[in-house]
């Protein structure tokens, strides 16, 4: 499990547990976790994507 799947899970039990104790600033905290690790894996796919191509490149010369 990546961190930024870690962060999903957390964000989210952190959203639920807002919502379960109409605490509105945890549940706010908890979406904010899961959109900053949506970000990362974004981030992640992104980097991946370019060292795939950067290395298909490679292969070419």
């Known amino acids: 499990m990546g961190k930024s799947s870690m962060d999903k899970a957390k964000?989210?039990?952190?959203?639920m547990a807002g919502k379960?104790?109409?605490?509105?600033?945890?549940?706010?905290?908890?979406?904010?976790d899961?959109?900053?690790?949506?970000?990362?894996?974004?981030a992640e796919k992104a980097r991946g994507k370019a060292?795939?191509?950067r290395d298909s490149l490679r292969d070419k010369h």
């Open 11 to 15: 964000g989210k039990a952190k959203e």
């Open 20 to 32: 379960a104790t109409g605490n509105e600033r945890v549940e706010a905290e908890g979406k904010t």
């Open 34 to 42: 899961q959109a900053k690790a949506n970000v990362r894996e974004a």
């Open 51 to 53: 060292a795939g191509a």
